[in-house]
């Protein structure tokens, strides 16, 4: 079974929460009620004395009693616990019944005093035991007149005492009551001006502002209304007459999404401009109406459909570019071959003796035109890259043929250069499906860039392993690094890193190439580099085949065995 709440407790929870406040320095008020209490106190304590003067020590004893309560309330206002606050009004109540019953009942002098808890309730909690006060004022004259003793006979002074202790009871309950009111119309007038704030804002603001109910009527209209809605009072003709006709369900199905889910965005155009676009913001708020913004939209799709409307032709103009780069790339290696052919022919004086300088002419003819060529297969390769028109022929092949391949074609390279090369293959074949052509390209790029930029006596190392499906391709160098600020800019088209002398040896596309490549196979490429110790290029790629399991080998039955007289 579930307990249900203390209220006490509840309020004491609550009161502990204001205790940083009440222990810091007193506000205004709490000083006015502390004061308040201390004022009780002090008129009562000063009549006891007076009462004690003139030798009438009962009436000063029950003063003194009275004085009490408004000593310990003090304390009760600054203190956390409403329980305090309680007991210290239940004392009150006790103590002026007591006092006014033995001073007489309701006939004598302190009868005035059944009053005060009223006002003992008000200061000490305001409205919670505003209404505890006012019931145990009722018992505290109930109780004084029901068991109040004789009024003492022959004491000088009690109508001056009576009258005095009216004048202070009265003023004592009066004083709270009007602070309340005083506070009720301070509360009020604040609201009034607080509103008033609220109106002048949302006048102000730029979007238009709707309270709608759950039947989508419009209750409030506030803030400006954008062009298309501008002179419309939507709070008497409705949303829908500022709406288009041919879109008022867009907008009523944003309403009903906004009941449903508790926040909906739509578009519409005015009825009285339709060539402009409102957006509409719809959110719900706890008691089931709607809280509507509408804001002119039309400039902003305007620039987003002048953007797309560039972007397109961006790409086309890209694209065309790609095109033509293919187009001339492929026209250009037909001649291209062909001076490559002669050169070489010269070169090796195939057809007989050639002058000196001629053969070194020749051979500058065919190392510019395999530049060019490189350049050239380079530039084809990116433009169908860029074009979308690369596509892979995928096969299984052992990734260590490739990786064998590339040493080749580089190995002379390396040996005029002074630069070491060595492969780390796994002794297993590492069977991959992928691009045959692509992972060759990869490989020789790689290891290309590496013995360009490395020294003489370096070394260039080529590592292949899988790591689950994953193919891991590593070239790494002990050249002369890449600076962390190259470092990002690496991997896209004609980017190079390095002083004017290294970017003179080479086109920038190398990387770009590999990382294309990559992604075509749904891989990636990272580069990390020190400068002055080398660089190491990984290419990771999902291609890895799985192991095809082992087959079980026959087993033979001998006739004899079967047991089934065949």
Not at 317 to 322: E, M, R, T, V
Not at 331 to 344: H, K, M, Q, W
Not at 423 to 450: F, H, S, T, Y
Not at 545 to 554: F, Q, T
Request: proline share 5%; charged share 20%; hydrophobic share 50%.
């Amino acid at each position: 079974m579930s307990e249900r709440a203390d209220p006490i407790l509840e309020a004491d929870a609550q009161a502990a929460a204001e205790t940083p406040a009440r222990h810091a320095v007193l506000g205004g008020r709490s000083r006015m009620l502390v004061a308040h209490l201390a004022a009780w106190a002090l008129l009562t304590g000063g009549a006891a004395a007076a009462a004690g003067a003139r030798g009438d020590l009962k009436a000063a004893w029950l003063l003194g009693l009275a004085a009490a309560p408004g000593v310990l309330g003090q304390a009760a206002l600054i203190w956390p616990s409403l329980r305090v606050r309680q007991g210290v009004l239940l004392l009150w109540i006790i103590v002026v019944a007591v006092a006014a019953g033995a001073s007489g009942g309701l006939s004598g002098p302190m009868a005035a005093l059944c009053l005060t808890p009223l006002g003992a309730g008000l200061v000490l909690d305001g409205r919670r035991l505003g209404a505890a006060g006012a019931g145990g004022a009722a018992f505290a004259l109930a109780a004084a007149s029901a068991g109040g003793l004789a009024r003492p006979q022959g004491v000088e002074g009690d109508a001056v005492l009576a009258a005095w202790l009216w004048l202070v009871s009265l003023g004592f309950v009066a004083m709270p009551l009007l602070n309340a009111l005083a506070d009720e119309r301070r509360a009020a007038a604040k609201a009034r001006r607080t509103a008033a704030w609220a109106e002048a804002l949302l006048a102000e603001q730029h979007p238009l502002v709707l309270l709608m109910d759950a039947a989508g009527r419009v209750l409030r209209q506030g803030g400006q209304a954008p062009e298309g809605l501008a002179g419309l009072d939507l709070q008497q003709a409705g949303l829908m007459a500022g709406v288009h006709a041919p879109e008022r369900s867009h907008v009523v199905g944003a309403i009903e999404t906004a009941l449903r889910t508790g926040h909906a965005r739509t578009e519409f155009a005015p009825r009285l401009t339709p060539d402009r676009r409102m957006e509409m913001q719809l959110s719900r708020r706890a008691d089931g109406s709607l809280i509507a913004t509408l804001t002119d939209v039309t400039a902003v799709r305007a620039r987003e459909a002048a953007l797309e409307t560039a972007r397109a032709n961006a790409e086309a103009l890209n694209a065309g570019k790609s095109r033509f780069l293919a187009n001339m790339s492929h026209e250009l290696r037909t001649p291209l071959n062909a001076v490559i052919g002669f050169s070489d022919i010269m070169r090796r004086k195939l057809f007989g003796p050639m002058p000196d300088r001629y053969l070194e002419y020749a051979g500058l003819i065919h190392e510019s035109g395999g530049h060019l060529l490189d350049l050239i297969n380079d530039l084809l390769d990116m433009s169908k890259i860029e074009a979308e028109r690369f596509e892979l022929d995928r096969e299984p092949l052992d990734a260590r043929d490739a990786v064998n391949a590339a040493l080749r074609l580089v190995r002379l390279q390396a040996h005029d250069k002074g630069v070491g090369l060595r492969a780390i293959l796994p002794g297993e074949p590492l069977m991959v499906e992928a691009d045959r052509r692509a992972m060759k390209q990869i490989l020789i790029n790689l290891v290309n860039n590496a013995v360009k930029f490395t020294p003489s006596g370096g070394t260039v190392t080529v590592t292949a392993e899988a790591r689950d499906d994953v193919l891991e391709l590593v070239v790494a160098d002990t050249g002369v690094g890449i600076a962390a600020d190259d470092l990002e800019r690496l991997g896209r088209p004609y980017e190079q890193a390095g002083d004017a002398e290294q970017k003179a040896r080479g086109t920038g596309l190398g990387l770009s190439l590999v990382k294309a490549l990559a992604q075509l196979h749904g891989g990636r490429m990272s580069v990390e580099s020190t400068v002055g110790e080398g660089t190491a290029v990984t290419v990771r790629m999902p291609v890895v085949l799985p192991p095809e399991p082992a087959r079980p080998s026959a087993k033979i039955i001998p006739l004899e065995a079967r047991g089934d007289g065949a």
